[in-house]
């Protein structure tokens, strides 16, 4: 049978990274965290000392550097997920601190991190048979995906979720820090000059607010089932 391409798209936090690494790990595809990509440029720019101290980026060495960054997934064996390399080096903590979180959405902004991010990621879906969850997957990495999903979730929700993960991560916190983070990043990822997060008209939308996670997963592989027979 033949492998379809499933772009999962929507608001940070909203759970689409584990709806599409379940997904993926239950039908068999390649499943890839686009999020990850931008946030491995952010950590470049950061160990290179690119991001002043009043969060502004040095975007012409930044862009001169573009090819310096080499991001790559390798499966973990133990959690039977994709770990996320930068540079042959295993970056999956560094990539989800705050830190890296609150730097990322303006470096995804940048036309030239979009730019190269967007052909990598083409590369990687060339044959078809992935999960690819981000924002822009829909509308423009993959405009002709067969199964396109649209995530969404309340913003307190989302942001619980996300302090949830930070502390059993063993990382400190503030509710109120992580809540205004995702605000932010919203609105910069929704209001970008080049592919900005939006839905694509032929997206199905799931509100997750109210579903568990194994629900979601159901969801998911029920719609896989109705285009893949379709
Ligand atoms: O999904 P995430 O929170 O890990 O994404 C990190 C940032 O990268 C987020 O601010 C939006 C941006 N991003 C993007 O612009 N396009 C994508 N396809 C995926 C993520």
Request: aromatic share 6%; proline share 3%; hydrophobic share 35%.
């Amino acid at each position: 049978m033949k492998k379809i391409t499933i772009a999962i798209d929507g608001h940070s936090s909203c759970g689409k990274s584990t709806m599409a690494k379940d997904l993926a790990r239950e039908i068999g595809y390649i499943y890839i965290d686009s999020g990850a990509m931008y946030r491995c440029c952010t950590l470049f720019a950061l160990h290179q000392g690119l991001i002043n101290p009043d969060g502004s980026i040095q975007t012409e060495e930044l862009e001169r550097r573009m090819s310096d960054i080499h991001v790559s997934f390798r499966l973990n064996a133990e959690t039977g997920h994709p770990d996320t390399y930068l540079n042959n080096t295993c970056v999956e903590r560094e990539i989800r601190t705050m830190e890296v979180s609150s730097h990322v959405s303006p470096i995804a902004a940048l036309p030239f991190v979009r730019a190269a991010m967007t052909s990598q990621q083409q590369e990687i879906g060339r044959e078809g048979g992935i999960v690819m969850d981000g924002r822009d997957i829909g509308t423009a990495v993959f405009p002709n995906a067969e199964m396109k999903v649209f995530v969404t979730a309340s913003d307190e929700i989302r942001a619980q979720r996300r302090y949830d993960e930070l502390i059993a991560k063993g990382e400190s916190a503030d509710f109120q820090q992580v809540l205004e983070n995702l605000r932010e990043r919203d609105r910069i990822d929704s209001t970008r000059a080049v592919a900005p997060l939006r839905q694509a008209e032929d997206a199905l939308v799931l509100d997750n607010s109210h579903m568990s996670i194994p629900e979601q997963k159901q969801w998911l592989i029920d719609r896989f089932k109705e285009r893949i027979h379709a």
